[in-house]
């Protein structure tokens, strides 16, 4: 069984940044690639970006790249996610996701509770 725990969320202004960790335990965490998603309030979870299990590969959605970096502290068992440029659009609860098969993990997968990110404007 995987854990995985997200911290980091809160209140941030618009254009400010702030910093997600991701802390995985309970299995192997270099088997596992990662991937953040959010929900916000009245929509669907989507995908925000992904970090395959080397920390080789990286992938985004369209409007978060340029401005969110995901990466990786395997010694940690943390992956992370920074926002900076924060739009009030980007509100909603993030969830990470670890996978040991896909590198945009599955509803069927390993999940965190998730942690609120609210951007004022």
């Known amino acids: 069984q995987v854990q995985l725990v997200e911290s980091g969320g809160g209140l941030a202004q618009a254009g400010g940044s702030l910093r997600l960790s991701c802390a995985v335990s309970?299995?192997?965490?270099?088997?596992?690639?990662v991937g953040w998603f959010r929900q916000a309030p009245g929509k669907e979870r989507r995908f925000v970006g992904a970090i395959t299990s080397t920390g080789l590969y990286k992938r985004y959605e369209d409007s978060v790249e340029g401005r969110f970096t995901i990466s990786r502290d395997n010694a940690k068992n943390t992956v992370y996610l920074q926002m900076n440029s924060l739009k009030p659009e980007d509100t909603a609860v993030y969830f990470c996701?670890?996978?040991?098969?896909?590198?945009?993990?599955?509803?069927?997968?390993?999940w965190g509770q998730g942690t609120q990110v609210t951007v004022s404007s």
């Open positions: 309970g299995r192997t965490f270099t088997n596992y690639a």
């Open positions: 996701a670890a996978s040991e098969s896909r590198m945009i993990p599955a509803e069927t997968d390993y």
